[in-house]
């Protein structure tokens, strides 16, 4: 029996993990429910497999031709996209599958053979929430199921030099935010997060808890992402 794979995922914020790209070569196409943060991350995402996306929150000008909301049929599979789950239409008559993104927490839902799925985010992680994307098999039949993806978190060693905990309350105030104004500028350089790490002597973890902070709010000043994070 023929099967088709779609590859669902959302809230990458500005970052394309190895691990999913990898996954989504294997796919027909893919659908991204918003928040992508960065024209080159779509554009990646279109050079391993036709690539269809909504508008998320934080998507700015470079996103205005990207719809909020998107229907689309793929091997016999009507999908209706959209970044929050409340602008959902009430009237969904003829949908198979619901995708939307936005609370970065994998939600998979059935009404009748209705699937409303959130894949969750696979760009950088939020604190301890879980590293998620999906995969939708299709039998030539027209049945489907979701493969969830997780990825593994792994605790990144400090870079030498960070000393033995790079958390963020063992950093003084001030070099604290030394650093993360150099991770705010490394972000826009679109340097990947390990390197960023690598470069300011902090864990892989503290590096990509600013990054998510500083792309998820946009305009936000160090002394507000230090706020966020506590300190």
């Known amino acids: ?10 809230d990458t ?15 027909e196409a893919v659908l991204h429910g ?4 960065r024209e080159d991350i779509l554009t990646a995402l279109n050079e391993i497999a036709p690539t269809y996306a909504v508008r998320g929150n934080n998507d700015g000008e470079w996103a205005a031709h990207l719809p909020e909301t998107l229907s689309v049929s793929l091997h016999g599979i009507h999908f209706f996209m959209v970044h929050n789950k409340k602008y959902i239409p ?9 995708i939307y993104g936005h609370s970065h927490k994998y939600e998979e839902k059935y009404a009748g053979r209705q699937l409303a799925l959130n894949p969750g985010s696979c760009g950088p992680r939020r604190f301890t929430q879980p590293i998620t994307f999906a995969v939708l098999e299709i039998d030539d039949d027209g049945s489907f199921r979701v493969e969830k993806i997780e ?6 060693q400090p870079a030498r030099g960070a000393g033995k905990d790079a958390a963020a309350h ?9 650093i993360v104004k150099a991770v705010m500028r490394d972000t826009d350089k679109h340097i990947p997060v390990g390197q960023i790490a690598a470069r300011n002597s ?6 990509e808890q600013i990054c998510r902070l500083y792309l998820t709010h946009p305009g936000v000043s160090a002394d507000g992402i ?5 300190l």
């Open 1 to 10: 029996m023929m099967k088709s794979k779609i590859g669902i995922i959302s």
């Open 34 to 37: 918003g928040d992508i943060n």
């Open 90 to 98: 009430k009237e969904t008559e003829g949908v198979d599958v619901i």
């Open 13 to 27: 914020h500005g970052l394309l993990r190895p691990e999913v790209a990898e996954v989504l070569r294997g796919c």
């Open 170 to 178: 063992r950093i003084p105030g001030q070099d604290m935010k030394k």
């Open 151 to 156: 990825i593994a978190h792994r605790e990144k």
């Open 226 to 230: 230090l706020g966020k994070m506590g």
């Open 202 to 207: 902090i864990s892989e973890d503290l590096a």
